[in-house]
């Protein structure tokens, strides 16, 4: 709503943004983890986790409006992110938990200096990088794994929306030419099999060295 509002000059949008942007601090908020609770009733429906929760809105409308409650709600969830660590095992270790929390705080660290933010960015970013596959080309986390022989299950709306997105935006401020090869090799597997000029747009596919199948 902000960044529409900006491109047309249209005050309602603008007014809009603000009014989520407070709607996220006044409703949304954890006040014992500074993330927000996840959708449903009353807003109190899942607990808050690290890879469901944004602040990049609400630092761009807090800045705009040089509004200092919202930008030191901003931080709140910056530091949250910066304090609940992915701690899940199995199928509860999502790409998304990573990816996610990276995002965020890589857009955080443009506006707020903080070396603790920096620091949680950085150890976020190591931990994709641990989780590279070159032979897969993908960085593989415990939900994509599914048994011996069946290959890793790669959900390429996450790496391609979320996973990619942040190694590029933690790149810009801690450039590394080790992980650039890791995020171009991820890429150009990407591409190619959403590039094949076929009905529809592949979403998530299983991958073994050397080859693709089980497509949707």
């Known amino acids: 709503l902000l960044r529409l509002g900006l491109a047309l000059g249209d005050d309602d949008l603008l007014l809009r943004a603000r009014r989520a942007a407070w709607h996220l601090c006044d409703r949304d908020l954890d006040a014992a983890t500074g993330l927000p609770f996840g959708h449903g009733p009353d807003h109190r429906h899942t607990p808050p986790v690290p890879g469901h929760a944004w602040l990049q809105g609400l630092l761009w409308v807090g800045t705009l409006w040089a509004d200092d409650e919202l930008l030191s709600a901003a931080r709140q969830i910056a530091h949250g992110l910066a304090s609940v660590p992915p701690m899940g095992e199995g199928v509860?270790?999502?790409?998304?938990?990573?990816?996610?929390?990276?995002?965020e705080l890589e857009a955080g660290l443009r506006l707020l200096d903080d070396p603790r933010l920096a620091q949680a960015a950085d150890a976020l970013a190591a931990a994709i990088a641990r989780r590279y596959r070159p032979e897969l080309h993908v960085f593989a986390f415990g939900e994509g794994e599914v048994g011996r022989g069946a290959g890793y299950f790669e959900r390429a709306w996450v790496t391609g929306g979320v996973l990619l997105p942040a190694l590029r935006a933690h790149l810009e401020r801690r450039p590394d030419r080790g992980l650039r090869a890791m995020v171009e090799d991820v890429t150009r597997a990407l591409a190619a099999r959403i590039g094949q000029g076929r009905g529809g747009l592949p979403t998530h596919?299983?991958?073994?060295?050397?080859a693709v199948f089980a497509e949707h």
């Open 205 to 210: 596919w299983r991958v073994v060295p050397g």
């Open 92 to 103: 509860e270790d999502r790409a998304r938990d990573y990816g996610w929390p990276l995002l």
